[in-house]
Nanobody, 119 residues
C-alpha cells in the first residue's frame, strides 16, 4: 500500500454525485498541499482542484461550482465532492500530495480511481 490511497470512484448517472477520498498512510505526518487530477482516455492529465495547508483552494473552470475540495487533518484525508456530474467528468482521478513523512518531504501520486458518468 502506498502513501496515498484513493477511494470513492464508481459509476454514476449524469446529474449524480460522488465523493472521492484520498487518505494518507499512517506513516505520513501531514499533508501540506493536495491536488486532484484526472485523465480521460486520449487526453492529458489535468488539475481539477487543489487545496493548500492554509485551506486556500483552486478549481478548474470546468468544475467550478460543481466540485468541492476539502480536508480533514485529523484523518489525514482530502476529499473531492463532485456534484452535477456529466459525461465529460469521466476519467481516472488521481490525488497528488506534498507530504511530510518520516523520511522528509515528498511529492506522491495515488494509484487512481475510475469515475464513469453514464448518460
Amino acid at each position: 500500500q502506498g502513501l496515498l490511497v484513493e477511494s470513492g470512484g464508481g459509476v454514476v448517472q449524469a446529474g449524480g454525485s460522488l465523493r472521492l477520498s484520498c487518505e494518507a498512510s499512517t506513516s505520513v505526518i501531514s499533508i501540506r498541499a493536495m491536488g486532484w487530477y484526472r485523465q480521460a482516455p486520449g487526453k492529458q492529465r489535468e488539475l481539477v482542484a487543489s487545496i493548500t495547508s492554509e485551506d486556500s483552494t483552486y478549481y478548474a473552470d470546468s468544475v467550478e461550482g460543481r466540485f468541492t475540495i476539502s480536508r480533514d487533518n485529523a484523518k489525514n484525508t482530502v476529499y473531492l465532492q463532485m456534484n452535477s456530474l456529466n459525461a465529460e467528468d469521466t476519467a481516472v482521478y488521481y490525488c497528488n500530495g506534498d507530504l511530510l513523512w518520516g523520511a522528509g518531504p515528498v511529492n506522491y501520486w495515488g494509484q487512481g480511481t475510475q469515475v464513469t458518468v453514464s448518460s
